[in-house]
Structure formats: C-alpha cells, structure tokens
T-cell receptor, first 115, second 113 residues
Framework: GENVEQHPSTLSVQEGDSAVIKCTYS??????FPWYKQELGKGPQLIID?????GEKKDQRIAVTLNKTAKHFSLHITETQPEDSAVYFC??????????????FGQGTILTVHP | NAGVTQTPKFRILKIGQSMTLQCTQD?????MYWYRQDPGMGLKLIYY???????DKGEVPNGYNVSRSTTEDFPLRLELAAPSQTSVYFC????????????FGQGTRLTVV
C-alpha cells in the first residue's frame, strides 16, 4: 500500500519568514495530493491540493509543488503569520479505481510562527 | 450548515467497556470515513463507507465495527475497549469520493484506562 513520509516533524519560524514542509510517497499510482491544516482542538481542514497533471499550484501565500518523477511534493507558506501556527498534514490518494477517496496521511508537522 | 458533527467530544472508558462514537453529516455525501490520530503518527483509516448499507475495512480495523443504515449517519462501535484504542477519532465525508475535499468533524478524544 501507499506510504507517505513527512518532514520536518516540527518547524519554528519568525513572523514574515517562509516555511517549507516536504512529503514523499511510495505508490506511483497516487495522483491526488491534498494538504490539511489542523488547529488546536479542531478537525483537519483542506488548505490546498494538487493533481498529478500539474507541477505547481498557488493560492495567495500558499503554494504546493509536485515532482512525480521523484515522488515528492512540498508545501510552501510565504510571509508567515502567527495564525499560520498549526499542525499541517500532507496526504496522497490514488484517485481512481477502488480508492473510494481513501487518504494516506503523513505524520504531520507542527508549525510555530513566532511574532 | 453544520457539516460533519461528532459526539461526544471527550470520553473516558474503562478497559473492557464498550461505546459508540456518533458521526452525522448534513451535506448528502455518500462517502464517509473514520480515522484515528495518534501522536506523531498522522491519521490512519479505520473503516469507510461508499453509501448506505456498504462498509469496508481500512488500514486499522481491529477492535472496531461500523454500520451505515442512512446516508447521514456513520457510527463507530468499540467493543471491549483496550488502552491501545486511546486516541483522537475523526469522522470525515466526501461528495465524490476520490479527488475531492474531505470534510472532517471536530474529533472525539477517547481515553481507555
């Protein structure tokens, strides 16, 4: 089955700096890669996703890049703000056949943005 | 629009007790999922359902059971609770299944002592 590795496990930055979180996946059939943000005491919430037919996607201060050959994808947050502090999860999905929307998650990254 | 609602938010169980974690969604989603979240381990899929009356095992189903009698509800049953089931449980739903956003509930924090 699919295996997703996420690094780093914790990341501390100063407000205004950039933050990068990296994930690798093992199943070359995976073709959908969402990123979720989990604030304290809440469930994960989708912040951005990318499909395997594109290499990069951007939404304001957040961007995701995908390298299918190397089987890794990354989340980039620019101009970080204290409200970006949360746990971030990457995930992978084989969006076809009998996947039925099942997601394989990375271990999570605790991002702390210091004012 | 409530989205995905889980109850209870917190629960302490004694070893060997049973309980049902409730999950309901009001988005008319066919696909529903139960994940557990352990520290430093990400989320692991327990069970999922592609529609009323249809359920299947995920990655870590042992010690759990589910049912899906309606589109809205997807309860998770723990029989004979064990300390290894101490975790945070999340219910989620999607509209199309693959390739679309999963909506999560706020979670149930379960401690088995």
């Amino acid at each position: 089955g699919e295996n997703v590795e996420q690094h780093p496990s914790t990341l501390s930055v100063q407000e205004g700096d950039s933050a990068v979180i990296k994930c690798t996946y093992s199943d070359s059939a995976s073709n959908y890669f969402p990123w979720y943000k989990q604030e304290l005491g809440k469930g994960p919430q989708l912040i951005i996703d990318i499909r395997s037919n594109v290499g990069e996607k951007k939404d304001q201060r957040i961007a995701v890049t995908l390298n299918k050959t190397a089987k890794h994808f990354s989340l980039h947050i620019t101009e970080t703000q204290p409200e970006d502090s949360a746990v971030y999860f990457c995930a992978a999905q084989n969006a076809g056949g009998t996947s039925y929307g099942k997601l394989t998650f990375g271990q999570g990254t605790i991002l702390t943005v210091h004012p | 629009n409530a989205g995905v609602t889980q109850t209870p938010k917190f629960r302490i169980l004694k070893i060997g007790q049973s309980m049902t974690l409730q999950c309901t969604q009001d988005m008319n989603h066919n696909y529903m999922y139960w994940y557990r979240q352990d520290p430093g381990m990400g989320l692991k899929l327990i069970y999922y359902s592609v529609g009323a009356g249809i359920t299947d095992k995920g990655e870590v189903p042992n010690g759990y059971n589910v049912s899906r009698s309606t589109t809205e509800d997807f309860p998770l049953r723990l029989e004979l609770a064990a300390p290894s089931q101490t975790s945070v449980y999340f219910c989620a739903s999607t509209y199309l299944g693959q390739n679309t956003e999963a909506f999560f509930g706020q979670g149930t924090r379960l401690t088995v002592v």
